[in-house]
């Protein structure tokens, strides 16, 4: 079958890859509907992460069950099924608890994730994956796509920031991500949203979605203009989706003491000094998405139609075109490309 | 009359220095009925704070009003108060959400905070002071005096850890608010506190407060004593009551996926790394503590005889003895000192 291999920075290839098969009795196999790049595949692509070896690419899957392993009980070959980035048992402690991504058993997909091609293999099949009620309609399959990663990432950044009625949310940062955390805000009741972007087909996005206010300014004065939309105070919550020592300072300084932050890019040379955040009063509560714990309500969404996450898809190419995708992201050309194996 | 002033580590002296009036209508005058020095009092001691002035030393307070501004309402001389070491309006929207040291009209005490002496000025007198139902028989003064600081802060690093039923707290610091914090936690319903302390009266006070076991190891062995003794998990809640790295990272390790941590040690060089927090999924908050929002719980539970305080006062010195105070302190022969005008 045909794969994304990342061998080094900037060199991605579609190549002829192993058949996955089930290694463990709680394994699935699925064929995958639709797969997708994901802005933390730019990391090693910039040579951000290093590349020690040829990475099978891709974390983010909705497909149909074709084979299970002999100890899967709920999940049956036929079914359409979307899960998440880590595999969870849903059973332990800390997955009853919510933080699936933390499961005691947790397992990382194959290196790189392996979910950009044809078919995969997901562990702990009964636990991580979620099948949808019917079949879906293929108009459908981008968003149940989205809500494998950048929608339950979003949202998970929302509501660890406690967007809710009555709140005025801030969103640092315009990918696919932070677009989807305005629309998780909007579902979660937020009274007023502020997306910080600069690029107008983003903004009109984020608008689409639920966004009251566009911020174009970054940095400290990025949270300057926060804290005068919000009578001097900062914003209530604020999601952080980019994962920088800017965009976190910027999130913790747009919020009001008592606020929240909701951080879910992946920190890359980080550090909080406590001189900064001791004074701040800000709650921070954030890292890898949990989310499972949010996929059953995100695919009810989805299949009633109320929420079109898919939309963030702006560039739809054919799985032998991944080459392409990786540019069109890397070059800010795309927000998220969807490939079709 | 004689106030406690600080002229570099390690020099303190008891000496007369100007009384305070009234300098806004908002001001109150008060009589101390007992003062006592701080942890935090001792970073300057150290040197750990550079000390570029003389500084009137003391933020923790309580006493009997004698003088009013024009502008005060509710609080009448003759009326016993406890107050906190900033002073805030109580009425803002930030002290309406319980972040009183963040109220948007915040005034700290004089230089040094000046309530290690016979009188103190304290500004915003409506919004900082509460007073007593009554006036309270002499032996419950030292538990009226720790509400004003070191268990308020203790209270606010059990709330902000999310203590309660059903719940694991450990508590990183056995200084009076370290050991508050343990009766907060009793006094929040908590199934098992776990209080980290190498010191034998320490950990008996401890005990008395309601900590369940006792924790010796720091640092990361004592993060993984505590992993140990919850299922490999970590604690639900942790409180963090010293400030420095190894602290802050022992309170982040010991807590599980999904817990809480609240710091209320003041930070001293500490630096949170993304890649070492994102991954834990600890929710963090913490800061200055809100006192002013626990003040009236407090003093009700005090004046009631439900909690005693004033047990981490270990040892009483007159006001002219501070110095001796501060040494005891310093060398941790003495919890907390409390100093008698």
Redesign the interface.
Known sequence: MRGVVMYGPGDVRVEQVAEPTILKPTDAIIRLAATCICGSDLWPYRGADAVTEPLHMGHEYAGIVEEVGAEVTTIKPGQFVVGSFFASDNTC??CR???Q??C?HREVLGTGGAAQAERMRVPLADGTLVATPDLPTDDLVPGLLAASDVLGTGWFGAVAAEAGPGKTVAVVGDGAVGLLAVLAARELGAERIIAMSRHASRQALAREFGATDIVTERGDSGAERIRELT???GAHSVVEAV?TQES?MQAIRAT???GHVG?VG??????????D????????????A?VRRFLPELIELIMARRIDPGRVFDLELDLDQAADGYRAMDERRAIKVLLRP
Do not use: N, Q
């Not at 955040?277 to 890898?288: A, T």
């Open positions: 402690e800390l608890a919510g933080y991504t933390s005691v009578g001097g105070l994962g976190m009001r003491p008592g951080f992946v920190l890359h040379d980080v550090a909080i000094r406590g001189e955040y001791f004074m701040s009063h800000v709650h921070l509560h954030g890292g890898p949990p």
